[in-house]
């Protein structure tokens, strides 16, 4: 049987780890955190303030790769948080691995800077929203996977990301 590992995408503050963790937990599948593969350089850097360059997230975007390649070798269906924000770095994720659908979670500008303005003990400082923003390139419909919008209760974003799985 083919395995599924859905990478749930979107800018900082659009809810990927609050959907992907319960996502996993209803499914049974394995969870990872993707902002737990950055080195320790880039996390100080995104503290502080400071955009990722694509340099930076070259080796992060690799060691999530890899770890999509173990599951799949291990026939685990599994689901990744990673802001995944330009089309060649889900390239790099899902290249060599046919598991890959992508969950574009989207939500107002609005609804995300107030989530980022409450939300506690986070590195990533909502100031960063608007290069997160000038960075990102939706996912386009040729790509695997879908998007939905993330404005609902949690757990109605849930229900669609099952929904549209099982169709
Ligand atoms: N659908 C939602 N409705 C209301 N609040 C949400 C929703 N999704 C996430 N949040 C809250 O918004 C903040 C950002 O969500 P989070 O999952 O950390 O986003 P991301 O992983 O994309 O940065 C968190 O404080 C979270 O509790
Ligand atoms: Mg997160």
């Known amino acids: 049987m083919p395995t599924v590992t859905l990478v749930v995408m979107g800018v900082s503050g659009s809810g990927k780890t609050t959907v992907a963790q319960r996502v996993a937990e209803r499914l049974g599948w394995v969870f990872a955190e993707g902002d737990d593969f950055h080195p320790a350089a880039n996390v100080a850097k995104m503290h502080a303030g400071h955009p990722l360059t694509d340099e930076d997230r070259w080796p992060w975007l690799r060691a999530l790769a890899d770890w999509i ?14 802001s995944a924000l330009k089309r060649s770095y889900r390239a790099l994720l899902d290249s060599g691995h046919p598991s890959v659908r992508f969950v574009h979670i989207t939500a107002s500008e609005e609804t995300i800077r107030r989530r980022l303005e ?14 997160q923003l000038a960075t990102l390139e939706p996912l386009q419909p040729d790509e695997p996977g879908f998007t939905l919008p993330g404005d609902g209760e949690p757990d109605d974003v849930v229900d669609d990301v099952v929904r549209r799985l099982d169709a």
């Open 69 to 82: 390649g173990v599951r799949e070798a291990a026939g685990e269906n599994a689901v990744l948080t990673c």
């Open 118 to 131: 409450q939300r506690q003990g986070h590195y990533m400082p909502a100031s960063l929203l608007d290069s």
